[in-house]
């Protein structure tokens, strides 16, 4: 994936002085007006997605993930992994480690079962959402508590916006009504809506009718917008998207959506460069 950026390298000569500016990435940085550009996109169906079935662990990756490697799906800004886990009856992924990455968990059905060595125990569920720093490192395993369902997740990564922090934790339960035709914040940088990311990051979540109509306003110059129609259908920022489709957003201060059927959708904003 490439991202606009301008450099401009002017040298002046007056007599023996001589000036040298630099300029770096005034359209992506500053947000200069006088040489502004279209609206990115990058369009991802959910067929193009990386894919493995485990048996126990059925999942798809947005990004570069595993055994998974395609180079022009590394990450979208500083979003690095959106995966869509469903984890069978009873099973799960044992204790293992994570360092300077913001990991969000977001059940859409069944009980995730979690445990840290923050000290951590706990299940989460449709309308919770759950966050670890991990920092200067973590262990910690999921699992699905119940052993005649699948729990069905998704699991999102974000590079922070500074290495080696002490590792924390946050969980929040969302009022559902909330979605109702509109866009609900449930992972914000300062934690006043939503859990809290160490990270220029607002995730929302809306179930909206068919019809339903708005824009979302970009939080400043260089930020772009990740969005996934969870069910039912939409059109973001001009292009059509389907169940599992997504399209990334960026070089505009704002993306307009229209649900063209009943819909639940998944915004994830996040810097382009950080």
């Given at each position: 994936?490439?991202?606009?950026?301008?450099?401009?390298?002017?040298?002046?000569?007056?007599?023996?002085?001589?000036?040298?500016?630099?300029?770096?990435?005034?359209?992506?940085?500053?947000?200069?007006?006088?040489?502004?550009?279209?609206?990115?996109?990058?369009?991802?169906?959910?067929?193009?997605?990386?894919?493995?079935?485990?048996?126990?662990?059925?999942?798809?990756?947005?990004?570069?993930?595993?055994?998974?490697?395609?180079?022009?799906?590394?990450?979208?800004?500083?979003?690095?992994?959106?995966?869509?886990?469903?984890?069978?009856?009873?099973?799960?992924?044992g204790t293992h480690p994570h360092d300077n990455m913001e990991i969000v968990s977001i059940p859409l059905s069944g009980d995730l079962e979690h445990q840290d060595s923050m000290g951590n125990a706990t299940v989460i569920r449709e309308g919770d959402v759950q966050i670890m720093?991990?920092?200067?490192?973590?262990?910690?395993?999921?699992?699905?508590?119940?052993?005649?369902?699948?729990?069905?997740?998704?699991?999102?990564?974000?590079?922070?916006?500074?290495?080696?922090?002490?590792?924390?934790?946050?969980?929040?339960?969302?009022?559902?009504?909330?979605?109702?035709?509109?866009?609900?914040?449930?992972?914000?940088?300062?934690?006043?809506?939503?859990?809290?990311?160490?990270?220029?990051?607002?995730?929302?979540?809306?179930?909206?009718?068919?019809?339903?109509?708005?824009?979302?306003?970009?939080?400043?110059?260089?930020?772009?917008?990740?969005?996934?129609?969870?069910?039912?259908?939409?059109?973001?920022?001009?292009?059509?998207?389907?169940?599992?489709?997504?399209?990334?957003?960026?070089?505009?201060?704002?993306?307009?959506?229209?649900?063209?059927?009943?819909?639940?959708?998944l915004l994830i904003e996040v810097p382009m460069q950080w």
């Amino acid at each position: 994936m490439h991202f606009c950026c301008t450099y401009i390298y002017c040298t002046y000569n007056f007599d023996m002085t001589r000036v040298h500016l630099l300029a770096l990435g005034l359209l992506a940085v500053t947000g200069w007006t006088q040489a502004q550009t279209s609206m990115n996109t990058v369009f991802h169906p959910a067929d193009s997605r990386g894919h493995a079935d485990h048996g126990w662990l059925d999942t798809y990756h947005s990004f570069s993930f595993a055994s998974w490697h395609n180079p022009e799906r590394m990450h979208f800004g500083a979003l690095r992994v959106l995966n869509d886990d469903a984890v069978t009856g009873g099973a799960g992924f044992g204790t293992h480690p994570h360092d300077n990455m913001e990991i969000v968990s977001i059940p859409l059905s069944g009980d995730l079962e979690h445990q840290d060595s923050m000290g951590n125990a706990t299940v989460i569920r449709e309308g919770d959402v759950q966050i670890m720093s991990a920092g200067t490192g973590i262990m910690h395993s999921e699992k699905n508590h119940n052993a005649g369902e699948d729990v069905r997740f998704l699991q999102i990564w974000v590079f922070p916006n500074e290495r080696d922090l002490t590792p924390t934790y946050g969980q929040i339960t969302m009022d559902l009504d909330d979605q109702r035709d509109k866009l609900q914040c449930v992972v914000s940088p300062d934690g006043s809506e939503g859990v809290q990311i160490h990270q220029s990051s607002w995730f929302h979540v809306g179930r909206l009718s068919a019809g339903w109509k708005d824009s979302y306003a970009l939080h400043g110059a260089g930020q772009g917008v990740y969005a996934m129609v969870l069910e039912g259908e939409a059109t973001v920022g001009g292009q059509p998207l389907g169940r599992r489709d997504a399209v990334g957003t960026w070089n505009t201060e704002r993306v307009d959506i229209e649900a063209t059927d009943d819909a639940r959708l998944l915004l994830i904003e996040v810097p382009m460069q950080w």
